[in-house]
């Protein structure tokens, strides 16, 4: 490319942005428009224009008497504020405003662009600028596209020996605002192009801009048309890193995010340039979420990330000043990230301490309450529909990942799925035949970022900040469930559920998600059955009815299971219906509640063997030499399945890793510390010992265990492992495989049965999907913290009573009085268990009715419905007399 060529290439849009009039010139004409390289200078030329717009509206021309009203300078005009006046401006070019030439005494900044305008124009015609232009282009910094941490310092200095800081402003609302811009910004340097560029700066100023400027054209004529590749500065400088795009790792961006910590911190600290940072934000988001929706941006330049990581570097995005507009339409903007966009940003995250993960959480999270506060949702509004919200749920998704990534990961230790599949109902065809097919046949829904990602939140033991940090109660609170349950369900893109981002909510509100889906399930089952006896003319039989003997309750509940589980395991997904032989209770789900109290009795009892009961620990673990077949083992999954399925409490006590297990993951060391501590603890010691192992302890790598009649066992841990000594060098081996023995080989058989009973029904529930172990054990066995002032807060009140009654006071005062084993008895009683539910018992409605007057009757109980049914007793002392003998001797059902 020869000069003149090249000075054409730099200066033709800023020809035909003026017409002689003064006025702009729309009629852009080039013999080759439908050059990429033509349409790029148009769109240069338009963008010139508006910012001229701009300037008039914000600036003015400087004329006194100006008498154009869309002039800051004209009498009478209204100010406006910036980001009003960048609407305005786009509205001016689309009509064809008038423009204004800047008056003689105006110093701002449209003078001082028209005078680079017309330097440029200049350079066309002489060839050459003169070193005195480019001084005044460079004071007025319009040849800066992008920023580097050396060119905003020297800005800074500049505008700080001036005391005027309004060129740095307009350059970063100028970089800012522009995708382009921020993605060439702030790129990572090898040092020998940072001594290249030095070396660039040579003595002959006229011949350094003459070869930069070769340097853009030639690179500008070789590039596609793309958002980045179309935005070299002016000063020529293409930044570093542009073609190493292939070459950076899963997890790296090719921004330097130390130097924009750096530079954020410098800045920040000024009102008027943080102002220009909100300013530029609102501006740049809406055409950042058009490039990712329609343009299909990330994928023709994955550098386009950049610009979210330095967005989001910026600490003050949880101020209120951006809540309301700016970082809503970033996170719609940042939602639109494509999904490989999404796992590389998360992969960076997950490098980021805790305190910058917690930072992030805590802007998106402010954003949530604020517009859920703001707003009053309800059935007919609700927090589904708002943009905003479901925006910053997905972008906290991306950092929840990043937390769970960046955590403490255990992915290698990953239970074996079960070899024989878990039988089909018989039923499958006659619900294909209508329309009935069961929904996620192939097992429970997987995130798509978890798939991408590779990872699963059951594989981190601990994260980077306490999941915890990532519920949002307010949110919780204000969630219609079942309308949010049947988004989940349905799966539509017009319509998001936050069940998807299940880390949003807390368990209460993700256990009222599960229950809609056990009972419409048990709905199902019940219609197929009724249109099943129809077709086939067989007995109707909606319901899982389990007829049991109190004396028998084991015998009998587990046969009629095991016919069940071996005929038609579709059945076990029915609504449970308990008849005890001899009563007249009829179930409402307070039969079952006592039903599932007897069979654990039984089923933990040690002297049946099944399971082992650690004193210390207060906790059951499975009987590696236990005598009952695996089919026992089976039924006891099964009932934990169903306990969960008809929204039961259980009284179990199993340790944590019995939980993780179920979800998929194999006992390691670390589960040792709650299931036996006193082996965990050795073992550490071991670990730690700084002597000789093989000489001081003398241990190999055989061990020994007593089977159920107290009989040593022995058991090699490699083959040959008794001639094997342990040693400094191979205890570590030694430790993984004695905790993979004791938690997962020596119970292998045990528990793949247990596993099996358990996915027989909860196999289609989205269980997996929404809950984390500890969330399993709080939904089996309820909260253990009894909270008796929150259930007083709760409690409601029929029959005559009310809050204020004398006996309803004497009742409170008296439970109050008791002690904790008389609270649970009186919770057994009242509910059917002795356990708190999944929030605790200021989740538990229970309603006190008056049965009578003053009476010697006991009061009495429906534990299906949480009712108490209270006599007017005349006064405490018979009040808490009847009530103790009511709750201490209570077994059994009637009818009242």
């Known amino acids: 490319m020869n000069s003149d060529e090249k000075e054409d290439c730099e200066c033709a849009p800023p020809q035909a942005e003026t017409s002689p009039a003064g006025g702009p010139d729309r009629e852009y004409e080039d013999p080759e428009i439908e050059n990429p390289e033509a349409s790029r200078m148009k769109r240069a030329a338009a963008k010139h224009l508006i910012e001229r717009y701009y300037h008039q509206l914000t600036e003015g021309c400087g004329n006194d008497s100006c008498s154009n009203p869309w002039c800051a300078s004209s009498i009478g005009f209204y100010r406006l504020d910036n980001n009003t006046a960048a609407v305005k401006a786009l509205e001016l070019y689309k009509f064809n405003a008038k423009l204004c030439d800047p008056h003689p005494s105006k110093k701002g900044t449209a003078s001082a662009y028209l005078e680079s305008s017309a330097q440029s124009n200049s350079a066309c015609s002489n060839t050459k600028m003169n070193h005195k232009d480019v001084n005044s282009v460079r004071e007025n910094f319009k040849d800066v596209n992008y920023l580097t941490e050396e060119k905003v310092y020297e800005i800074l200095g500049i ?95 090719s921004v330097d995010i130390e130097a924009v910590r750096r530079v954020y911190e410098r800045l920040l600290s000024n009102d008027k340039i943080e102002a220009a940072f909100l300013n530029a934000l609102v501006y740049l988001s809406p055409n950042v979420e058009c490039d990712l929706t329609y343009h299909n941006v990330y994928s023709r330049d994955p550098n386009y990330l950049n610009l979210f990581v330095i967005v989001m570097e910026n600490k003050n995005l949880h101020s209120p000043e951006y809540l309301e507009i700016a970082l809503p339409q970033f996170c719609k903007a940042m939602s639109k990230l494509p999904l490989p966009a999404q796992a590389k940003l998360t992969r960076l995250w997950s490098h980021y301490s805790a305190d910058q993960i917690r930072r992030m959480v805590e802007t998106f999270q402010q954003l949530i309450t604020y517009k859920v506060i703001s707003n009053e949702f309800n059935s007919r509004n609700l927090v589904n529909d708002d943009d905003s919200v479901v925006a910053s749920t997905k972008c906290l998704k991306i950092v929840y990942y990043a937390n769970v990534l960046g955590g403490d990961l255990d992915m290698e230790h990953n239970e074996d799925e079960d070899e024989e599949p878990i039988p089909e109902s018989s039923e499958l065809t006659l619900q294909e035949l209508l329309g009935e097919e069961r929904r996620n046949k192939k097992g429970p829904r997987v995130d798509p970022l978890e798939t991408e990602l590779g990872i699963r939140t059951n594989d981190c033991r601990r994260p980077l900040i306490p999941f915890e940090e990532f519920v949002n109660e307010p949110l919780n609170e204000v969630l219609e469930m079942d309308k949010d349950y049947t988004f989940f369900k349905v799966e539509t893109e017009n319509k998001f559920s936050f069940m998807t981002c299940p880390f949003i909510l807390n368990a209460v509100t993700k256990n009222l998600g599960l229950y809609y889906d056990n009972r419409i399930r048990m709905y199902s089952e019940r219609r197929i059955t009724v249109l099943y006896s129809l077709v086939q003319g067989q007995q109707l039989n909606p319901y899982l009815r389990l007829k049991v003997r109190r004396d028998h309750i084991i015998d009998d509940a587990l046969v009629r299971l095991e016919m069940i589980a071996m005929e038609n395991p579709a059945d076990l997904k029915k609504q449970l219906y308990v008849e005890f032989e001899g009563e007249q209770g009829v179930d409402e789900g307070g039969v079952s509640k006592e039903f599932f109290q007897l069979v654990v009795e ?224 009186f919770l057994q009683f009242t509910t059917g268990t002795d356990r708190a539910p999944v929030g605790g018992l200021g989740k538990l409605k229970m309603i006190i009715a008056k049965n009578g007057p003053d009476t010697d009757r006991l009061p009495t109980s429906h534990t299906c419905f949480n009712v108490l049914l209270l006599p007017e007793y005349s006064n405490t002392e018979k009040l808490r007399e009847r009530l103790l003998k009511a709750i201490t001797y209570a077994k059994g059902f009637g009818m009242l």
């Open 602 to 825: 039984e089923i933990f009892n040690p002297d049946i063997g099944m399971f082992t009961y650690d004193e210390r620990t207060k906790l059951f673990w499975f009987n590696p030499s236990s005598l009952e077949n695996e089919g026992q083992y089976t039924l006891i999954g099964i009932v934990l399945g169903l306990a969960i399925y008809n929204n039961c409490i259980l009284d179990v006590h199993f340790p944590m890793v019995v939980y993780r297990k179920l979800m998929g993951k194999k006992g390691t060391l670390r589960d040792l510390a709650d299931s036996n501590p006193v082996l965990f603890q050795s073992l550490k010691e071991l670990l730690e010992y700084e002597g000789s192992v093989e000489d001081d302890m003398m241990i190999t790598f055989q061990i020994s265990q007593t089977d159920l009649f107290g009989n040593p066992l022995m058991y090699d841990l490699r083959e040959n492992g008794d001639k094997i000594p342990v040693t400094n060098e191979n205890r570590k081996e030694f430790v993984a495989q004695y905790a993979d023995y004791m938690l997962n080989k020596s119970v292998e058989k045990q528990f793949k049965a247990f596993r099996r009973g358990f996915h027989m029904v909860t196999n289609e529930s989205p269980l997996k999907y929404l809950f984390r172990p500890e969330e399993i054990e709080l939904l089996i066995c309820g909260s253990r913290n009894l909270d008796f002032l929150a259930l007083e807060e709760t409690t409601e009140y029929d029959g005559g009573y009310n809050r204020d009654s004398r006996i309803i006071k004497e009742f409170w005062e008296t439970l109050h009085s008791f002690g904790e084993d008389q609270k649970r008895l």
């Open 159 to 253: 505008c700080g020996e001036k005391e005027d800081y309004s060129p740095l402003i307009r350059v970063i609302g100028r970089v800012f605002s522009s995708a382009e811009g921020l993605v060439q910004s702030f790129r990572r340097s090898k040092p020998h192009t940072k001594e290249e560029l030095k070396s660039l700066q040579g003595k002959d100023e006229d011949k350094d801009e003459d070869e930069k400027e070769a340097a853009a054209c030639s690179a500008t004529a070789m590039e596609e048309d793309s958002p980045a590749s179309s935005s070299s500065s002016r000063l020529g400088e293409a930044p570093a890193g542009d073609n190493d795009v292939q070459r950076l790792a899963p997890d790296e961006v």
